[in-house]
């Protein structure tokens, strides 16, 4: 129960994360109208990186939650 737990809130984290990344990213462009992405937006600051972990956090959340279900139906 206690890994469904933490990887539910792992997988949280890695969600709100990633939502305010891209939504930080696009903040900046909304008066702008142009046809960069909020990928483009997060290269140029620099956050991809983070961007890329947050999703990474967010998988080994689901895939910890997930594995701890199945296990428990044994």
């Known amino acids: ?3 469904i737990i933490f990887g539910s ?12 990344l891209m939504a930080g990213s696009m903040m900046i462009q909304l ?4 046809d960069r ?3 483009w937006g997060l290269s140029k600051y620099g956050l991809d990186y983070a ?7 967010a998988i080994i959340g689901l895939i910890i939650g997930i594995s ?4 428990k139906q044994k």
């Not at 961007?51 to 956090?57: K, R």
Request: glycine fraction near 6%.
């Open 1 to 3: 129960m206690k890994r």
């Open 9 to 20: 809130a792992m997988m949280l984290a890695g969600i709100i994360g990633t939502a305010l």
């Open 31 to 34: 008066p702008i109208n142009n």
């Open 37 to 39: 992405t909020f990928i």
């Open 51 to 57: 961007f890329y972990t947050f999703i990474i956090v």
């Open 68 to 71: 701890e279900i199945f296990s």
